[in-house]
């Protein structure tokens, strides 16, 4: 008889727990933190070559990040062609590393913004600089990793911006337009060792109310 007490107040525990708006979907919200803990940077792959149905869905994430405006300065280019790798890399020994991509997705920017400027929104379209093209990207760029290792997939971001002599071979190659920045090389494929998350949680960063 104890025992079912016991049991009954476990399960009416659970029951509210369960019923506070905190814990609406506790199975989505798990799901969602174990995969923001477990992304980590890959920098190996098998080689194998990434499904289109997959490369869509990874870029359809990048495209959902938030946005500064709702002006959404991102732009992608997709590579799967190793002669394309060697390219951009342009003998980076640091990038060899990268050479068994399935694929590799090129973050920019187009760090312009051409539309009727708020005084005149009715007025002709104006082309004038972005002040927040690179938070954006930077948000665009985090999701596809997250999408990345949802699909048990690995990648790593690779600074491109802002070092001239990084991003020069990648605007060359690609015929990248004046305004449009190369912000992040991602290489992406499925990984060929066992990859551990950092564990990067320090409370001491935290400050509450004030520092
Ligand atoms: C802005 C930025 C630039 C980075 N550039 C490089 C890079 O050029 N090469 C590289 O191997 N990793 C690069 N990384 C990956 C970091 O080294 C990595 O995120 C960091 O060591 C933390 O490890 P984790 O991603 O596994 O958590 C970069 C990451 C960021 C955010």
Redesign the pocket.
């Known amino acids: 008889m104890k025992k079912v007490i016991v049991m009954m107040a476990a399960a009416a525990m659970l029951f509210s727990a369960c019923c506070t708006k905190q814990c609406d979907t506790p199975s989505v919200s798990g799901v969602v933190m174990e995969n923001i803990l477990a992304?980590?940077?890959v920098?190996s792959y098998n080689g194998d070559t990434i499904p289109a149905a997959v490369m869509e869905d990874l870029l359809r994430a990048a495209m959902a990040a938030p946005t500064g405006m709702d002006i959404r300065p991102w732009c992608f280019v997709v590579l799967t062609d190793k002669s394309e790798y060697e390219t951009i890399f342009d003998g980076n020994g640091?990038m060899k590393k990268f050479m068994e991509s399935g694929a590799i997705i090129v973050v920019c920017a187009d760090t312009t913004v051409t539309r009727p400027t708020r005084e005149d929104p009715d007025g002709p379209a104006v082309t004038r600089p972005n002040p927040m093209w690179r938070d954006d990207v930077?948000a665009a760029t985090e999701n596809l990793l997250l999408a990345v290792e949802a699909y048990g997939l690995g990648a790593?971001?690779?600074?491109c911006y802002p070092f001239p002599n990084t991003m020069a071979p990648v605007k060359a190659a690609l015929g990248l337009p004046e305004t449009v920045i190369p912000y992040?090389v991602v290489p992406i494929g499925y990984p060929a060792t066992e990859n551990t998350?950092?564990d990067?949680w320090d409370i001491s960063r935290i400050h509450y109310g004030r520092w």
């Open positions: 992304r980590k940077s920098r640091n930077a790593c971001w690779t600074a992040a998350p950092k990067k």
